[in-house]
């Protein structure tokens, strides 16, 4: 399951970013793979309908799912 998460936001990540050549899952959104504002919004989306849940903003911050380990572990619990 872990990898079937890595893979999709993987995807959303391409969507957003098709310069983007791979991603560790130490990556911060921001800081390691260069999102702006803008593309940090888009991808949370993107990872919502691929997923098929909702992610808050409070939950983004709270949660630090800036960072891509802690965003699959956010995902693995709302999906499972």
Known sequence: ???EINDK??????EIKPS???FSKDANLKKDLELDSLDTISFFFEVEKAFGIKISETDITDNG?????????YINKKIN
């Open 1 to 3: 399951m872990i990898d």
């Open 9 to 14: 936001i993987g995807q959303a990540l391409k």
């Open 20 to 22: 983007l050549k791979g």
């Open 65 to 73: 799912l800036l960072s891509i380990e802690r965003l699959i572990e």
